[in-house]
């Protein structure tokens, strides 16, 4: 039975595009909902989405954990009312995590890379025994997986100077340009940070490919799940 696929679409209006709106536009629509109200609501979608999504595929991974804990944390910072550094130090410290748990565990960057809901892994693992080439497909996978670790090192760095930048205002002076700022840096976010990390995540996938076609000696429709 095929799981469930998670809608890209679907992930961006509840993670990005409706929260902007919200936390952007909010206190302009509705003039007597308080800032932390919108504030409060526009981080309800994200935990929604990862509590729907959960629901229809039953299934969790390392990095949605830490991006739901990343939603949370903004949360508190927000109604602590704490110094938009910690905006910063939060945004830097998720992709930090992943890039660390993919740096010392091999097992991580297989599951996110090596995917069995991307690739035929029995099948390939199969052949690069028979081929006597499990050396070089194990190499292929340090290579990706490290240009990965790379890719969230990057994003780390850009996201903690990013909210530096962007994230000004204490939350106790004024929230509503709190969240006005936060919702520009939601929206900078993709083109300053996951346009340059998705470029290194294709630089990975491809590596991955081709290295794994040559130790394989498998046609390309035979590395896939989809037949």
């Given at each position: 039975?095929?799981?469930?696929?998670e809608?890209l679409?679907f992930?961006?209006l509840m993670?990005?595009?409706?929260p902007?709106?919200?936390?952007?536009k909010?206190t302009?629509?509705?003039?007597s909902?308080?800032?932390?109200?919108c504030f409060v609501?526009?981080?309800a979608?994200?935990?929604?989405y990862?509590a729907?999504?959960f629901?229809?595929r039953?299934?969790v991974?390392?990095i949605s954990?830490?991006g739901?804990?990343?939603?949370l944390?903004t949360?508190?910072?927000?109604l602590?009312?704490?110094?938009?550094?910690?905006v910063?130090?939060?945004d830097a410290?998720?992709p930090?995590?992943?890039?660390?748990?993919l740096?010392?565990?091999?097992?991580i960057?297989?599951?996110?890379?090596?995917?069995d809901?991307?690739f035929d892994?029995?099948?390939?693992e199969a052949a690069c025994?028979?081929?006597?080439?499990e050396a070089?497909?194990a190499r292929?996978?340090?290579?990706?997986?490290?240009?990965l670790?790379?890719?969230?090192s990057?994003?780390?760095v850009l996201?903690f100077f990013?909210?530096?930048w962007?994230?000004?205002?204490e939350?106790a002076e004024?929230f509503?340009?709190f969240?006005?700022?936060?919702?520009?840096?939601?929206a900078?976010s993709?083109?300053?940070?996951v346009v340059p990390c998705?470029i290194?995540?294709?630089?990975?996938?491809?590596?991955?490919?081709r290295?794994i076609k040559?130790a394989s000696?498998?046609?390309?429709?035979?590395?896939?799940q989809v037949?």
């Amino acid at each position: 039975m095929n799981k469930k696929r998670e809608n890209l679409l679907f992930n961006i209006l509840m993670n990005i595009v409706i929260p902007v709106l919200v936390l952007g536009k909010g206190t302009k629509v509705f003039p007597s909902v308080p800032p932390t109200v919108c504030f409060v609501v526009a981080l309800a979608f994200p935990v929604v989405y990862f509590a729907i999504d959960f629901w229809r595929r039953r299934e969790v991974n390392f990095i949605s954990i830490l991006g739901f804990a990343g939603t949370l944390l903004t949360g508190s910072i927000g109604l602590m009312q704490l110094s938009p550094f910690w905006v910063a130090v939060k945004d830097a410290t998720i992709p930090a995590l992943i890039a660390v748990a993919l740096a010392v565990s091999r097992r991580i960057g297989n599951k996110i890379l090596f995917s069995d809901k991307i690739f035929d892994v029995a099948t390939i693992e199969a052949a690069c025994r028979s081929r006597g080439t499990e050396a070089m497909l194990a190499r292929t996978l340090r290579i990706s997986t490290w240009i990965l670790v790379a890719s969230f090192s990057v994003s780390a760095v850009l996201n903690f100077f990013l909210a530096r930048w962007i994230v000004v205002t204490e939350p106790a002076e004024d929230f509503d340009a709190f969240n006005a700022e936060l919702a520009k840096m939601f929206a900078l976010s993709w083109p300053v940070i996951v346009v340059p990390c998705m470029i290194f995540s294709c630089a990975a996938l491809f590596i991955l490919w081709r290295g794994i076609k040559n130790a394989s000696g498998l046609p390309p429709e035979s590395l896939t799940q989809v037949k």
